[in-house]
């Protein structure tokens, strides 16, 4: 049997995971984007991660549709980054420092890190579908990563 949602999340809230900001781009060329912990990295060669994405989600049909996606890793003072982007809504990119990579995926600013992928494989899994990307461009600092920990934002104090 399936274990309930509280026991779910508080299991899986025991793994401190990297806060990242998803982004594709649609037809027109409008941003779309949205938080997730749900990725991991997956092969070295070919250079390939994952994301897994909520069929609920209102930017899901562009990730459906897009050839491609970034991943923006946060740094650890961008919750409220996170925060604009945890909620759905038409201007989350309004007010927010960003740039085009070389895919034409918006970067954001301020981050500690990203990845521009070419999207190779989808494949379903439960309310969400996992988006396999090849990373074509990437790139990272020195600045702290935001975690999500427990259900809330940790910074990572021993780096
Ligand atoms: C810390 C955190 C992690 C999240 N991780 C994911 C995730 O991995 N995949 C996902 O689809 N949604 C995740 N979400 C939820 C989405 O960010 C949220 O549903 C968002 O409103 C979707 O935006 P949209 O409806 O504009 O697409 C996460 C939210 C938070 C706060």
């Avoid at 500690?112 to 990272?140: L, M, N, P, W």
Wanted: charged content about 20%; some cysteine; overall charge negative.
């Amino acid at each position: 049997m399936p274990v309930d949602k509280d026991t779910f999340l508080k299991a899986m809230g025991c793994f401190a995971a990297g806060v990242t900001v998803v982004t594709t781009v649609d037809a027109d060329g409008t941003p779309h984007g949205l938080t997730a912990t749900a990725f991991s990295s997956v092969s070295l060669d070919p250079p390939l991660a994952l994301v897994c994405i909520g069929m609920e989600s209102g930017s899901y049909s562009h990730f459906v549709s897009a050839e491609s996606f970034a991943i923006n890793f946060l740094s650890a003072d961008q919750a409220d980054v996170s925060q604009r982007f945890a909620s759905s809504g038409e201007d989350k990119f309004d007010g927010v420092g960003w740039r085009t990579g070389e895919l034409g995926m918006p970067l954001l600013s301020g981050t500690v890190g990203f990845a521009e992928c070419r999207k190779v494989h989808s494949y379903g899994g439960g309310d969400h579908t996992i988006f396999v990307g090849q990373i074509e461009a990437g790139d990272g600092n020195e600045l702290q990563p935001l975690t999500y920990f427990r259900g809330g934002y940790r910074r990572v104090t021993d780096l």
